[in-house]
C-alpha cells in the first residue's frame, strides 16, 4: 500500500471512531441533563401536597405525572387480585396488585404492597380493606416493556413479572380502567403484609463519568493519530532494516 493510501485510510477510520466516540460522549451529555430534570421533578413530586387521582379517560405521561401524590377513594376488588413476582431490598417475593372501582364504574389499580416469596399463598395474610377505602400514594406508569433478560407475562398461566396495567385489567375483564397504577404508601404498621411503600425513588446517574469515559476515548483516537503521523513521518534509522 502506498503511502498515500495509507494516510487515507488512516485518517478516514480515524475520523469514524472520533466521530462515533464524541456522538456518544454528546449523546451522555444531553441523558445527563435529562436525568437531573427527572430527579428533580420526581423530588417535587414525592414531597408535593397530596392531589386527587387522574380520572380514566385523562392523558397521562411519563414525564409530566410519574411519582405525583395523589390519592383515590374507591372499593377494592379482591377476587380480580394479581400477584407481580419482583425482587426488592427486602428480597425476591410479590407485589400485590388489587384492581380498586371508583364511583365512576372505573378501576384504577393499586398496588398495595409486598409480600415475601414463600407468604403469597395465604391470601388472608394481605387482606384487602373492605367498603369504601381512600388509597395514598404514588402514580405509576405501567410497566409494558422489560429488560433484555427479564421474563415476559403470562396471563394465560397467571404468571405476572412486570406491572403491565393493560394486560392485566383486560384479562380480569375490567374496563374502563385508569391508565396508570398507584404505589400504595405504607400503613400504620411497616410489618403487616403486604408491606407498601417500598417505592424506589432513587435514581442512579452515572452519565457523567459515562460522558467524560467517551470524550477521553474520542481524544485519545486524535492523540493516536497524531502519533502515528508523527511516527511515519520521521527519518528512517538503522534499526528499521
Known amino acids: 500500500m502506498t503511502a498515500s493510501k495509507k494516510f487515507l485510510s488512516l485518517t478516514i477510520a480515524t475520523a469514524i471512531l472520533f466521530s462515533?466516540?464524541?456522538?456518544?460522549?454528546?449523546?451522555?451529555?444531553?441523558?445527563?441533563?435529562?436525568?437531573?430534570?427527572?430527579?428533580?421533578?420526581?423530588d417535587q413530586r414525592v414531597e408535593a401536597p397530596v392531589v386527587a387521582a387522574p380520572t380514566f379517560d385523562t392523558q397521562v405521561t411519563q414525564a409530566d405525572d410519574a411519582y405525583r401524590h395523589v390519592a383515590v377513594t374507591g372499593t377494592y376488588f379482591e377476587a380480580a387480585q394479581t400477584l407481580i413476582y419482583y425482587s426488592t431490598q427486602l428480597g425476591p417475593g410479590y407485589f400485590v396488585m388489587t384492581p380498586l372501582m371508583r364511583d365512576d364504574g372505573s378501576y384504577v389499580l393499586i398496588n398495595r404492597g409486598f409480600v415475601p416469596e414463600g407468604r403469597e399463598g395465604d391470601p388472608s395474610l394481605y387482606p384487602a380493606p373492605k367498603g369504601a377505602v381512600t388509597v395514598e400514594g404514588l402514580l405509576r406508569m405501567p410497566e409494558g416493556k422489560g429488560w433484555l433478560f427479564s421474563r415476559a407475562n403470562d396471563p394465560a398461566a397467571g404468571k405476572w413479572y412486570r406491572r403491565d396495567v393493560a394486560s392485566i385489567m383486560r384479562t380480569k375483564g375490567l374496563v374502563p380502567y385508569a391508565p396508570y397504577f398507584i404505589d400504595a404508601s405504607a400503613g400504620s404498621n411497616p410489618s403487616a403484609l403486604p408491606i407498601g411503600g417500598l417505592t424506589v425513588v432513587k435514581f442512579r446517574n452515572a452519565h457523567l463519568s459515562?460522558?467524560?469515559?467517551?470524550?477521553?476515548?474520542?481524544?485519545?483516537?486524535?492523540?493516536?493519530?497524531?502519533?502515528?503521523?508523527?511516527?511515519?513521518?520521521?527519518?528512517?534509522?538503522?534499526?528499521?532494516?
Open 20 to 42: 462515533v466516540f464524541a456522538g456518544l460522549g454528546t449523546w451522555q451529555v444531553f441523558r445527563l441533563q435529562w436525568k437531573r430534570a427527572l430527579i428533580e421533578a420526581v
Open 210 to 241: 459515562y460522558a467524560i469515559t467517551w470524550f477521553v476515548m474520542a481524544f485519545g483516537t486524535l492523540a493516536l493519530y497524531v502519533f502515528v503521523l508523527r511516527q511515519e513521518g520521521r527519518p528512517p534509522s538503522d534499526d528499521d532494516d
